[in-house]
């Protein structure tokens, strides 16, 4: 009974071969472990210095909820990384081929925001499912958005998300 489902910037084929996961996946499938020692020192800093070193990270974007400081402090728990990377690891020999035969089944249902910079699903992977696929809502970011949105344009992105989906709300 799914109305519509939103894939947002979506890794959803190809991890490892994209730019980002060229860069990624030796340090996630191989020196994983390197992290922990650090990540295990760094929990024992008090939680201010930590939300201090964070906010220092996250410095350049042009507004950082404060939410995504909070969040970020658990990325001080070796338990929290340990699974994190392994996850990531997992993607990156996983998330191989897009899932075509899905797609075309939930083509109605579906739609696809992709980026014009996002270095985990690059452009070309937007022209290639739009070909394949045209008659799908299948969309290319024009306000220069992130792959990691939600760092500092997460109520852009639900008000836009809140707009295409308007036509199916009014049906609940």
Same mark, same amino acid.
């Given at each position: 009974?799914?109305?519509?489902?939103?894939?947002?910037?979506?890794?959803?084929?190809?991890?490892?071969?994209?730019?980002?996961?060229?860069?990624?996946?030796?340090?996630?499938?191989?020196?994983?472990?390197?992290?922990?020692?650090? %990540?295990?020192?760094?929990?024992?800093?008090?939680?201010? %210095?930590?939300?201090? @070193?964070?906010?220092?990270? @996250?410095?350049?974007?042009?507004?950082?909820?404060?939410?995504?400081?909070?969040?970020?402090?658990?990325?001080?728990?070796?338990?929290?990384?340990?699974?994190?990377?392994?996850?990531?690891?997992?993607?990156?020999?996983?998330?191989?081929?897009?899932?075509?035969?899905?797609?075309? #089944?939930?083509?109605?249902?579906?739609?696809?925001?992709?980026?014009?910079?996002?270095?985990?699903?690059? #452009?070309?992977?937007?022209?290639?499912?739009?070909?394949?696929?045209?008659?799908?809502?299948?969309?290319?970011?024009?306000?220069?958005?992130?792959?990691?949105?939600?760092?500092?344009?997460?109520?852009?992105?639900?008000?836009?998300?809140?707009?295409?989906?308007?036509?199916? @709300?009014?049906? @609940?």
């Amino acid at each position: 009974q799914v109305l519509r489902s939103v894939l947002l910037f979506p890794t959803i084929e190809r991890m490892a071969q994209s730019p980002q996961g060229k860069l990624m996946t030796p340090l996630l499938c191989k020196l994983r472990y390197v992290l922990y020692m650090p %990540v295990y020192l760094l929990s024992f800093l008090p939680e201010g %210095v930590k939300a201090s @070193l964070v906010r220092f990270a @996250l410095r350049g974007m042009k507004t950082c909820d404060e939410s995504s400081i909070t969040t970020s402090i658990n990325l001080f728990s070796v338990d929290c990384i340990a699974n994190i990377l392994y996850m990531a690891s997992q993607e990156m020999m996983k998330v191989v081929e897009r899932d075509s035969t899905t797609i075309k #089944q939930n083509l109605k249902k579906l739609i696809f925001y992709y980026g014009t910079g996002d270095s985990w699903c690059p #452009q070309h992977y937007y022209d290639e499912i739009k070909m394949d696929f045209p008659d799908g809502d299948i969309r290319l970011c024009e306000k220069g958005l992130r792959h990691a949105f939600v760092l500092d344009a997460s109520k852009e992105m639900a008000a836009m998300i809140t707009d295409w989906l308007q036509d199916d @709300l009014t049906k @609940l």
